[in-house]
């Protein structure tokens, strides 16, 4: 079964810089599309940014182009979130997914097994 554990949400300015982590267990990492999605208070989960199998292709929702980066190392069994330029509308709780199939798709029903999510809060 895999598990996935995601890290490195808090408290940041405006402005400021995060790095999310999630490491996976229990399965074939490199086998498996990885994405992040996120979840603010009374609003749907909505897709971030997914990785293909081997990194090499990579997909970001419009409002995080050019702040956002999504990678990962398989040898480590880890997909990463490096966001940067955060804004108060990045806070949310977000979550990383795993689609066994290695398809990074955007949606998040097709997703397959998920982490219990890090809150992001963004705010002076």
């Known amino acids: 079964q895999v598990q996935l554990v995601d890290t490195g949400g808090g408290l940041v300015q405006p402005g400021g810089s995060l790095r999310l982590s999630c490491a996976a267990s229990g399965g074939t990492f490199s086998r498996y599309a990885m994405a992040w999605f996120r979840q603010a208070p009374g609003k749907d989960r909505d897709f971030v940014a997914s990785?293909?199998?081997?990194?090499?292709?990579?997909y970001y929702r419009d409002s995080v182009k050019g702040r956002f980066t999504i990678s990962r190392d398989n040898a480590k069994n880890t997909v990463y979130l490096q966001m940067n330029s955060l804004k108060p509308e990045d806070t949310a709780v977000y979550y990383c997914?795993?689609?066994?199939?290695?398809?990074?798709?955007?949606?998040?029903?097709?997703?397959?097994?998920w982490g219990q999510g890090t809150q992001v809060t963004v705010s002076s």
């Open positions: 990785i293909s199998t081997s990194g090499a292709d990579t």
């Open positions: 997914a795993a689609e066994f199939t290695g398809w990074p798709t955007s949606l998040s029903n097709r997703y397959d097994a």
